[in-house]
């Protein structure tokens, strides 16, 4: 793979995980995310894969969807892509950073941080 199509594949990725049918299919989040997962969210909270799973199973039905802004991403070391994008879900803005490791099943989501934009 080149490094173009690395970065191309991984913002697909984390454009898919916003989606609410990613969201909802317990089996593509669980493909997606490490075992090692861990996300520090916009609102200061810690979750796991474990509670990462149980927490998008269980997102209301009529949730306001994610919009994604100002996606980029770059190869970080080998193996390795950091994506920077902006979120707004109703009227929450944050900025956010996913940390993605490829694997020999593809790539997988490691590290995940939101920091509230006022």
């Known amino acids: 793979m080149t490094p173009r199509t690395d970065v191309g594949e991984v913002l697909a990725l984390e454009r898919e995980l916003q989606t609410v049918e990613c969201r909802r299919n317990s089996a593509r ?41 100002n996606m980029t991403g770059r190869i970080i070391d080998d193996g390795y892509v950091l994506t920077q994008w902006d979120s707004v879900r109703g009227m929450r803005r944050a900025r956010r950073t996913s940390l993605w490791r490829r694997t020999p099943s593809g790539w997988q989501l490691v590290h995940h941080q939101g920091t509230p934009l006022l």
């Open 29 to 69: 989040v669980l493909a997606l995310l490490a075992e090692d997962f861990i996300e520090i969210g916009a609102s200061g909270s810690v979750w796991d894969l474990p509670s990462t799973v149980e927490s998008l199973r269980n997102e209301p039905i009529d949730a306001v969807a994610i919009e994604v802004h």
